[in-house]
């Protein structure tokens, strides 16, 4: 008897474009939304995007309660419950870069209330997804979370965002390619729950992307757009397969680790990417991809080695040898690296000296 159903969650109004910034109300009004919003922010963005969407509800006649949070921690998860409960939020609008998403979608999914997302930077896959990434004691990795209901992107905003967050945006969708490598290994080695939909999806993404790396440059708002889109699909793809995995294999655990034995020395795309270069070449040797990857990082102006994300070799080479331990997801590391073979792989794709 055939017993398989699947459950997708996608958000139902995506607005991508100069200036749209101010329709963020006229979506809430499409999605029927009532009562008052509980907007999430962080300084940054605030400035830029959350005061001035704020002055248009107010112009509607709906009064936003704005939270600023500064870091993305379970205890400004847990304060925007409390204002959300307090003020008696209906819905939430996340205002930001990953960090305001990220909270905003996960006090959302406690308190079993719609959000929408307004990313304020192209910087990675989490701004349409069903995931959210919060650290909690060692584990850094995304974990289910509500998916908004609708995106409101403004390539005006975005592409005036400092440009390293757009190529840590790009270096996280080029890691798709590495991603779904490991995915189809662990579908073979393991038979771990795979969608060659989410699959393809994904990597056409990263080819897209990769195929159109001319357009984006700084200053562009049209690298905003492309970026965008990218990011997007990529969470869509995300949100097909229920889980991480066609935009997280080992070059994600990588920097997972990273993050916990360099936190904020590099943004979470550029340390994927420079993961992706080197699981690249685990998969496949030298006559595989990983030079492919490798250049197109660079012609986005991604970092490619230790040294221009600012972490020393050791660290990689620790972070290597250590990442699979981090979740239980089979990738090309399989049950860890040694340290030789960890530092010969760096070297070899020139990651390390
Ligand atoms: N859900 C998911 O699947 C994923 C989630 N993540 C999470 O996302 C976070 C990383 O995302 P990221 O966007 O880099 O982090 P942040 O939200 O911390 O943003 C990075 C920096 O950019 C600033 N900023 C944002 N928008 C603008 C703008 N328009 N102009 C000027 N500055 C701006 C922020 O300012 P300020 O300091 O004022 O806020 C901050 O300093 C991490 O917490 C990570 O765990 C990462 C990958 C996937
Ligand atoms: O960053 C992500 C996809 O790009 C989410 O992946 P993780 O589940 O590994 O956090
Ligand atoms: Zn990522």
Redesign the pocket.
């Known amino acids: 008897m055939f017993e398989k159903s699947t459950w997708i969650r996608l958000p139902r109004n995506v607005v991508v474009g100069h200036g749209v910034r101010s329709a963020v109300v006229d979506v809430v009004d499409d999605l029927h939304l009532q009562g008052r919003p509980l907007f999430v922010t ?4 605030r400035e ?1 995007a959350a005061d001035p969407i704020a002055a248009d509800f107010e112009a509607a006649g709906i009064e936003p309660k704005i939270v600023t949070v500064e870091k ?1 921690t379970f205890d400004a998860v847990e304060r925007v419950i409390e204002v959300a409960e307090a003020e008696g939020a209906a819905y939430l609008v996340g205002i ?5 998403i ?1 909270i905003a979608k996960m006090a959302s999914y406690h308190l079993e209330m719609g959000f929408l997302s307004v990313p ?2 192209a ?4 701004i349409v ?1 069903n ?3 919060v650290p909690d004691g060692d584990s850094r990795h ?1 974990v289910a979370a509500e998916p908004p209901l609708a995106v409101v992107a403004d390539t005006a ?1 975005l592409a ?3 440009w390293e ?1 757009t190529t ?1 945006g790009c270096a996280d969708i080029i890691s798709n390619y590495t991603a779904v490598m490991d995915w189809r290994l662990a579908k073979r080695l393991k038979d771990v729950e795979y969608s060659e939909y989410a699959a393809a999806l994904s990597e056409m993404t990263a080819e897209i992307l990769v195929d159109n790396a001319e357009l984006i440059r700084p200053g562009l708002e049209e690298s905003a757009w492309v970026v965008t889109k990218a990011l997007m699909s990529s969470g869509v793809a995300m949100s097909i397969a229920g889980s ?1 995995r066609p935009a997280s294999g080992a070059e994600h655990l990588f920097s997972h680790q990273l993050d916990r034995l360099a936190p904020g020395a590099a ?2 795309g550029h340390q994927v990417g420079v993961g992706s270069v080197m699981t690249a070449y685990l998969h496949g040797g030298d006559r595989g991809i990983w030079r492919d990857i490798r250049n197109a990082l660079s012609s986005i102006d991604a970092p490619t080695t230790a040294a221009e994300l600012g972490i020393d070799d050791e660290t990689v080479v620790e972070a290597l040898t250590t990442c699979h331990e981090i979740r239980d997801r089979y990738t090309i590391l399989g049950d860890g690296m040694n340290e030789r073979a960890a530092r010969d792989v760096a070297k070899k794709t020139g990651v390390i000296d």
């Open positions: 962080s300084p940054t963005p830029v993305a930001g870069g990953g960090k305001a990220d304020t930077a910087s990675h896959d989490g997804s995931r959210g990434s995304s905003t005036d965002a400092p967050l840590a991480s943004l979470h």
